[in-house]
């Protein structure tokens, strides 16, 4: 396939896709059909997939029905304030004490629950079942599949809270419980809130929060995030306030950090000890509960926070250690203008003077623009447009005049030649990149894609507008004192002295 190399690294990264994803999406735009040399193992892939997706639904509608026959466990979820629609909503169940119900059931498939984890194999093969008597909620995915169970013991069986082992279906640290419910209940999703449990996902979904979603028993990871961030910017953290609560927090911030050069916010709730979201709810109700938000830390408070704890800022060698530390999460944070406001902020919190320790920052930004700076201008803003392509379409609808005389060398021409042609096909970065693969203008295209700006959407638009305008002014500039050298060696005639003036008229223009 045409579509191969460093553009479906981008389009795995800027898109957030896995490499078949990436291939299917590049393929249609170089005009070429999926590969399908893999056909056979894929397809055996996929239909393992769902044979078992198909077992999970079996085996949840099972759990629904037995619910509705066994009164300790209907006892159980009216004591969490539950009613029938919500259990209906999140397909809530209940197993059977038994040893071999399922395992009994299903008895022609215990390979299959075996690698689901639905299942045991104990001594003598015999298989015996891993959930009994216990409160079943299903874990479903972004598509609506079943692909595991939480269970919830209502008896005296250790663990309390259970999960289904991983699989080929199911890896816990992909999926994030409650997920579907809000995809498939809301057009638009304004806030995500993050809690530690399946059951404070739904108490709050009783009392009308209906934008709560559950890590699986882990610290949130990096895939979760990514996938949060795909259905919204607004994302808080919910923890108990114990120690607990504060290192989860924290666990939380460090996964989160790379993303905080984007436009999002993120805030960090701690309830009071021996509470959570689903007792709160319980006892004091929505508005209550909503209130903990109003006190909630920024990510920039937690930081701070954390550490003051952890280091004596009323010391040298610990104010030494807190700065450190700090900065080295700061350095997680991409180059942005959220990363120097916080940057700032640190120096305003230890009372020094943005310098010294902190003039790392400073060495980078002065690296950054000799770096750029050492591109002409016409470099500078194909850096800028490489990698943001829609934003010439932007130019075009404000009226922006691009100089005929920008370009000089050959290689700009053509790379920017190429995004007029054809930018109303919607290009983006990768398919710059492939039209000018195994071209004399690639390694230019591969200088720009790697250059790190130190601001981003309207701002980095506004800074290539500067570009132009910069060029403008200097061209005029270089033609004024042209024209005021020649006037030195001899006197100008009627032509270059209306020139002279025009120039000069442009330039006040410019610069008012």
């Known amino acids: 396939c045409a579509a191969s190399g460093n553009a479906i690294t981008f389009v795995m990264e800027f898109s957030n896709l896995n490499f078949p994803a990436a291939i299917a999406q590049l393929c249609p735009d170089a005009g070429m059909d999926m590969p399908q040399q893999t056909e056979q193992v894929d397809q055996d892939k996929i239909d393992e997939y769902k044979e078992s997706v198909a077992l999970y639904e079996e085996i949840a509608d099972y759990y629904v029905a037995n619910l509705q026959q066994d009164d300790k466990a209907k006892k159980y979820l009216a004591a969490r304030g539950l009613d029938e629609q919500t259990i209906a909503s999140y397909k809530i169940g209940v197993s059977k004490q038994s040893w071999s119900d399922i395992s009994t059931i299903h008895a022609d498939k215990k390979s299959q629950l075996v690698k689901l984890g639905m299942i045991s194999n104990g001594k003598n093969n015999k298989f015996f079942d891993r959930f009994r008597d216990r409160v079943m909620f299903p874990i479903i995915n972004e598509k609506s599949n079943i692909i595991g169970f939480g269970a919830r013991s209502l008896g005296d069986d250790m663990p309390k809270y259970l999960n289904s082992s991983e699989s080929h279906v199911f890896k816990k640290g992909n999926e994030i419980y409650g997920l579907y419910n809000i995809i498939n209940n809301k057009k638009k999703i304004n806030s995500i809130i993050v809690v530690e449990g399946y059951m404070d996902v739904i108490c709050l979904a009783q009392h009308h929060i209906t934008n709560a979603v559950a890590t699986l028993g882990t610290a949130i990871t990096k895939n979760q995030i990514n996938k949060i961030l795909k259905y919204t910017s607004k994302i808080a953290f919910c923890f108990d306030g114990d120690n607990a609560g504060k290192k989860a927090a924290w666990k939380a911030l460090l996964t989160i950090a790379p993303h905080m050069y984007k436009d999002i916010n993120i805030k960090f709730v701690f ?242």
């Open 271 to 512: 309830l009071p000890l021996g509470e959570d979201p689903d007792s709160i709810v319980l006892k004091h109700g929505k508005n209550h509960f909503a209130t903990y938000f109003k006190k909630a830390n920024s990510f920039a408070d937690l930081m701070f926070e954390y550490l003051a704890k952890k280091h004596d800022c009323n010391d040298l060698s610990g104010k030494a250690m807190f700065i450190k530390e700090c900065q080295s999460i700061i350095n997680i944070i991409p180059q942005s203008i959220y990363r120097t406001l916080l940057e700032d902020s640190l120096a305003k919190t230890v009372k020094i003077k943005v310098g010294g320790t902190l003039n790392q920052k400073r060495i980078y930004i002065k690296k950054h623009y000799k770096e750029v700076n050492n591109l002409d201008v016409a470099d500078k803003f194909l850096a800028i447009i490489v990698q943001n392509p829609e934003f010439y379409e932007k130019m075009l609808n404000d009226g922006v005049d691009i100089p005929k005389d920008l370009f000089i060398k050959s290689s700009q021409q053509n790379i920017f030649a190429y995004i007029i042609k054809d930018h109303k096909e919607g290009i983006n970065t990768s398919h710059i990149i492939e039209q000018f693969r195994d071209t004399d203008e690639y390694d230019e295209i591969s200088s720009f894609i790697r250059i790190t700006h130190l601001v981003i959407g309207n701002d980095l638009y506004k800074e290539l507008k500067g570009l132009l305008d910069y060029f403008s002014i200097n061209s005029i500039k270089q033609q004024i004192d042209l024209l005021l050298q020649k006037s030195k060696q001899q006197k100008l005639d009627e032509i270059d002295k209306l020139k002279l003036q025009s120039l000069i008229a442009k330039q006040r223009k410019h610069t008012e």
